[in-house]
């Protein structure tokens, strides 16, 4: 896959080539750079007058699992594959099962605050609103290295009954969540396209491409194919150059809660959660001198839990900070799959 390329002012350039970026940083030209998606990338050390040319991204949705494709007119940049988040809706009903449970204990009930809701106004199901969001994190950290300048998504149909409520009221947050992620990628300034599900299909066969049945596969015939036809049409490009994908799956934290769930001896309630360890912040890629390539998790007693940057298990709950080397601040855990669908290497 190619290289992404930033001035001496992080201004997104063209990329480049894995062989050119070696030569550049061998010669002292250029520095290494990893963004929060893991990809590598490179700064330059000189000052370049930038000619950057036309680059799209396409976007296939999905329920479980989303293909992107970033395709200039003649090369294939970069494909990947993520995950989408599903652990919202769960995680809501256990907050409000807890906030009941308290307010059981305590006695006592707090005042209606009906009139702080943005009740009657616009807003997304918190679910919704993490998978398109997500969605949107992704693209901001692609745009952050690339010149991108069109966007092609996948329409998702969702289509309403008369007289279905069952059927309308169980789509209406994916219409909402779909119209709300077309309206905040025009707001960014970008070019938008959208492409029915048949015109997919119909792209694959001029193309001369094949999607494969196994979704879940690290593969690029399983999302990212679609991504690709959908921005080859739009880019110009006539076939992909690269079927190599990044995977990229969503680092889970834990919010702050007032207590645990479950008490201890004697009735104790431990804190538990939140976005600091020590004075540093849950899901920074650190290098240890024993476990290696990590990210920070939870304390437990004046020490850290350190996470695999792979596959996201836990590996010890027993490190100390001193023996750690902070790299960088990551939200995805990254893989970098080769063609055939095995994992060759990690890009941290």
């Not at 106004?121 to 901001?140: D, G, V, Y």
């Not at 992909?240 to 702050?256: D, K």
């Not at 009735?267 to 976005?275: A, F, M, Q, S, V």
């Amino acid at each position: 896959m190619r290289v992404p390329v930033m001035d001496t002012h992080r201004t997104p350039l063209m990329p480049t080539t894995p062989t050119r970026a070696r030569l550049l940083l061998k010669q002292g030209k250029a520095k290494p750079y990893w963004n929060k998606l893991g990809i590598f990338c490179i700064i330059l050390t000189y000052t370049v007058e930038p000619d950057n040319r036309s680059l799209v991204v396409g976007i296939d949705p999905g329920s479980s699992f989303e293909g992107w494709s970033v395709v200039g007119t003649k090369e294939t940049v970069l494909n990947g594959m993520s995950e989408a988040p599903k652990h919202v809706k769960k995680a809501v009903e256990v907050r409000r099962t807890m906030r009941r449970a308290r307010r059981h204990r305590k006695c006592w009930r707090r005042p209606a605050r009906f009139n702080n809701r943005s009740r009657n106004k616009e807003a997304l199901p918190p679910s919704t609103f993490a998978r398109w969001n997500a969605k949107i994190r992704i693209l901001e950290q692609l745009r952050k290295v690339l010149p991108i300048t069109d966007v092609v998504v996948e329409d998702v149909a969702a289509g309403t009954k008369k007289n279905c409520t069952w059927w309308n009221t169980n789509f209406s947050p994916l219409e909402v969540g779909k119209q709300w992620f077309y309206r905040t990628i025009r707001d960014r300034g970008l070019d938008l396209h959208l492409h029915a599900g048949y015109e997919t299909k119909e792209l694959r066969e001029r193309f001369g491409l094949k999607k494969t049945r196994q979704k879940s596969k690290q593969v690029f015939a399983a999302h990212a194919v679609d991504a690709w036809v959908m921005a080859a049409d739009v880019s110009g490009a006539e076939h992909p150059t690269e079927r190599g994908l990044y995977y990229w799956a969503p680092i889970r934290f834990f919010r702050r809660q007032l207590h645990r769930l479950q008490p201890e001896k004697g009735g104790n309630r431990k804190p538990y959660g939140g976005t600091r360890s020590l004075g540093f912040s849950r899901g920074t890629l650190v290098r240890h001198i024993k476990h290696g390539l990590t990210y920070l998790g939870g304390t437990l007693k004046g020490r850290v839990s350190l996470h695999s940057a792979v596959t996201g298990k836990r590996v010890t709950q027993n490190a100390k900070v001193e023996d750690c080397t902070i790299l960088t601040r990551i939200a995805w855990r990254t893989q970098l799959y080769a063609g055939t669908g095995r994992r060759h290497s990690s890009p941290a």
